[in-house]
């Protein structure tokens, strides 16, 4: 059956022909890719690791060793964000606190946020979830004023700015990831940024250190890949969703991830995939304007809205519906329809229940990103939508709850 997968990056038969042709000189192409980041990001330093969540957790623990000050073992998260950013919290030995966020923008609750004690704080965490830029500078501001490092989480917004500065950027360091669903993927892979030359040397030491990746799981991640660039095409993507060995859709909290280098063999793939970083930015944001366009004004759904000055990359359209139920019932209809919509994140962070024990009692209290794990929908934005999925899209979100038309009038019964 027709289904257009909810996220992805487009991997064409041109592109493994590259990265096969690539594996040969690839600890070459890998320094090439390196200086490529180094320049359009305009780094003091770039480390590959082999995901972002092991990216984030040695950043932390970097961070934590340089400032110094064991007292200073909590990081501050948004209560909405990827489980995965708590569990690499947790799995650097440091304490996970929370500000709500405002359901408006997915951004923290500002009024609360400046309001908040962040006398034991390390650092603070942006999210940019989507692709959409948080008010990076009014974080940035923040950290500065109460002394706490920032970093600057984009794993889903590599591609993305604020005030035309680079999501990532803001902050002491920041991180992308290439995990699936990303801006850009190679199955995983995490990589650390900073412009600051000290935290740079000290992340350099760090991941010098580790291990390289096990050649099993590298070659496991290359067959995957092989299997994601033949069947992300709607055409075929309704039969690999059901392979249940690439894990696709799950939420767990915690991910077994190795701390490990990153694969050079998958950093040929990420490394052609950058070079079409800035259109397939242009292209989601393309769609995103064109769902809005479609489904816009329907009281049941509100659009997050960007912070002004903000280029977001939209790796998935996230729009809010009014409650719980709605919101549910729209996504079995579209997913009926063959549309890949999602819940994202099932709940707020503070609802993890392998996490709330260890949470502070006063961190507990977060409507707004309650608000939004009930109400959240995700919509596809990658560049195998077309015009019709759109209006697929828009007739199944207009007629909710009405029976409606599926994408495959005429071939599904
Ligand atoms: C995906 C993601 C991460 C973790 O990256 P992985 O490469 O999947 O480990 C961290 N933060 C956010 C906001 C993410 O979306």
Redesign the pocket.
């Known amino acids: 059956m027709h289904y257009v997968a909810p996220a992805g990056t487009p991997i064409a038969f041109s592109d493994l022909r590259r990265w096969l042709g690539g594996a040969p000189g690839k600890t070459a192409a890998m320094e090439a890719f390196r200086e490529a980041l180094m320049r359009r990001f305009q780094l003091a330093g770039c480390e590959f690791v082999s995901?972002?969540?092991?990216g984030?957790t040695l950043l932390l623990d970097t961070l934590h060793r340089l400032r110094g000050d064991p007292a200073r073992t909590e990081v501050l998260i948004p209560a909405y964000?990827?489980y995965?950013?708590p569990a690499s919290i947790e799995r650097a030995g440091l304490r996970v606190r929370i500000c709500d966020v405002n359901p408006e923008t997915l951004d923290y609750d500002m009024a609360r946020l400046e309001a908040f004690d962040c006398s034991r704080v390390l650092a603070i965490l942006s999210?940019?979830?989507y692709g959409i830029p948080n008010d990076l500078s009014a974080i940035e501001t923040l950290a500065r004023r109460r002394g706490i490092y920032m970093v600057d989480?984009a794993?889903?917004a590599m591609g993305a700015t604020y005030a035309d500065r680079a999501a990532g950027t803001f902050g002491d360091a920041g991180?992308f990831?290439?995990?699936k669903g990303?801006n850009i993927t190679s199955m995983?892979?995490?990589i650390l940024v900073t412009r600051s030359p000290d935290i740079a040397s000290a992340l350099r030491g760090r991941v010098g250190t580790l291990p390289p990746p096990a050649s099993r799981d590298t070659i496991m991640q290359a067959a995957k890949m092989l299997v994601y660039a033949a069947m992300l095409h709607p055409g075929r993507y309704g039969l690999m969703r059901r392979l249940p060995f690439l894990g696709l859709g799950r939420t767990p909290y915690e991910?077994p991830?190795p701390l490990t280098r990153y694969s050079p063999l998958l950093g040929v793939m990420a490394s052609i995939l950058f070079t079409r970083l800035d259109t397939l930015g242009t292209e989601r944001r393309a769609n995103a304007q064109r769902i809005m366009d479609a489904v816009g004004g329907i009281p049941e759904l509100t659009p997050i809205t960007p912070p002004p000055g903000a280029s977001p990359v939209y790796v998935r359209m996230p729009l809010l519906a009014q409650d719980q139920q709605t919101r549910d019932t729209m996504i079995r209809r579209l997913d009926e329809a063959g549309i890949g919509a999602t819940g994202s994140y099932p709940t707020a962070i503070a609802e993890i229940p392998q996490l709330r024990p260890r949470l502070h009692p006063e961190d507990l209290d977060c409507p707004g990103a309650r608000r939004v794990a009930e109400g959240m929908i995700t919509l596809p934005t990658h560049p195998f939508l077309t015009e019709a999925h759109i209006r697929t899209m828009a007739s199944v979100i207009r007629q909710n709850g009405h029976p409606v038309q599926t994408l495959a009038d005429g071939t599904k019964s």
């Open positions: 995901s972002g969540r092991a984030l964000t990827c995965s950013v999210a940019n979830l989480d794993a889903q991180l990831s290439l995990d990303k995983q892979g995490g991910v991830s």
